[in-house]
């Protein structure tokens, strides 16, 4: 197994595996996140994915999350692994996982990391239907980032 | 000479991953215009760029021997 | 492995057994809270907990739990396991996991089921310190039930 | 008569998980009194009554053949 705690992967996720990253006796409560592939969406069939990433600077961009997180919640320990390349349906794509001594931060702070991974982190999905294929772009629905960026930090600098 | 990185729809618009480009001492703004009229890159304004794996500002410059990557909106999770 | 949604069990919890139970091909996003036997709390150390249940009400309760949130986040699954019995450090006394369409509902309701879980089912747990051991009472600091029982129903009856 | 079921620290006060007790048609407020005179259980205020369970309030009655539970403050999770 990986012991990096900010992983992108081809091969399978391991849940019992990004759990035991973050075990630890003051942790009272660990959240996970699971991302698995959804067959319908909005009426459309996918019929499997495509994940791509900059490797590298997908991993820094995960570890920062984990960082941002620290920050905002007091003695959390994070763990968040990517799948990359063909997906089929009900495969996981990521997992997320966070520890904490207190219930209520370890909930925030998983949602907190999947929402910053579709901000800043270099990942792709391309969707596969019956009937084509596209890579899609921008899911928090955002028409373009507003300062040719997405927000790298919590405040803008 | 700048080491260029292209990914998901990018890369099959331009055919290739990756391409090195014979210049430095750009902002990233002109890069963005070198890849719209000469390589005919599309939505240019939604691309975000990493500079050796930083997310850079339209005014950062790039110097010969850095990479750069041209990053559409991300859509990981 | 049990094929109960909800179930108190003397015997460890796997995590893989309970996310199975709601996996679906319409679910992008399964949570899961896994509440852990913590070392330290307010500077005490606990040696070991021992969790005790009304048992076929707890299953009734966690039961009722399900039910409350599927009718409040759409398309939900939902699966609990609490476990029973002599509980070292870091084992696993609970573990909650919920599917959905969507993330939000994922996070949303798997946090309600924790918060109702220390409202309404019957199951107990005393602490063994180094120095004594305590049966613990309502850990949500309320001094007294208001009507001589917990919130039942969301709204009250 | 109704059966009894106790937990936690009211189990370790009572000296037994249940007991029976010979009675009928009476209510939660009453058999808390019960407890509380004849058999020294403290804290009732703050004690749950679930009857054949089910959680009940304190003017429901209690039939001989039901089962009750004495329910302190919960602490699951």
């Known amino acids: 197994m990986s012991e990096k705690l900010f992983n ?27 991302g698995t592939v959804r067959e ?13 990433a900059y490797v590298p600077m997908a991993e820094k ?20 692994t990517h799948r990359i390349g063909h997906l089929d ?3 996981v794509a990521v997992i997320i996982a966070v520890s904490s001594p207190h219930r209520k931060a ?9 929402e910053r991974i579709k901000q800043i982190v270099p990942i792709w999905k391309k969707e596969q239907w019956e009937d084509g294929e596209a890579w899609i772009g921008d899911q928090l629905e955002r028409v373009a980032y507003q300062e040719g960026k997405p927000k790298i930090k919590d405040e803008d600098r | 000479m700048i080491n260029l990185l292209f990914f998901a729809h990018l ?32 939505q240019m304004d939604q691309v975000m760029v990493a500079i050796n794996e930083e ?23």
């Open chain 1, 8 to 34: 992108v992967q081809e091969k399978p996720i391991q849940l019992e595996e990004i759990v035991k990253k973050v075990e630890s006796s003051n942790a009272g409560a660990i959240t996970t996140f699971i």
């Open chain 1, 40 to 52: 319908w969406t909005k009426g459309k069939r996918t019929v499997y994915l495509e994940y791509q």
């Open chain 1, 61 to 80: 961009m995960l570890a920062q999350i984990g960082s941002e997180i620290q920050a905002k919640w007091e003695n959390t320990k994070v763990a968040i």
């Open chain 1, 89 to 91: 349906i009900s495969d």
């Open chain 1, 106 to 114: 370890a909930y925030e702070a998983n949602e907190y990391a999947i």
């Open chain 2, 11 to 42: 890369q099959e618009e331009i055919g290739n991953d990756k391409i090195k480009l014979e210049t430095d001492n750009i902002t990233v703004k002109q890069l963005k215009g070198i890849l719209k009229t000469d390589y005919n890159l599309s």
């Open chain 2, 55 to 77: 997310y850079a500002l339209e005014d950062d410059i790039i110097k010969s021997g850095d990479t750069v990557a041209l990053i559409p909106p991300v859509s990981g999770g």
